[in-house]
């Protein structure tokens, strides 16, 4: 008989899930491009999957930029935030 444990993993390893965070994840990069667009911010976004110890799935999407210019990280780093924000309200 399955626990609890060994059902979630299941079914954090279920195709349909892997593709749902994915989709998600490509949502939030594609708000993401636009953004460095409208910002006229040079990044190269992209996504990375992100093991975690608990066993359920994640993905990060992660931003490439040229760090020469103080504060950069920053701009990039809210703009990422928001991205991601922006689809967790859209459910």
Do not use: C, N, Y
């Amino acid at each position: 008989m399955l626990d609890a444990d060994e059902i979630f993993a299941l079914a954090m390893d279920q195709p349909a899930v892997k593709a749902a965070v994915k989709k998600r994840a490509s949502q939030i990069a594609a708000r993401a491009r636009k953004e460095f667009g409208r910002a006229g911010l040079d990044a190269t976004v992209r996504i990375r999957d992100h093991p975690l110890p608990t066993g359920r799935t994640s993905v990060d999407v992660v931003a490439d930029f040229d760090d020469g210019v103080e504060g950069m990280d920053r701009r990039v780093g809210k703009i990422l935030l928001r991205a991601g924000r922006e689809g967790r309200s859209r459910g």
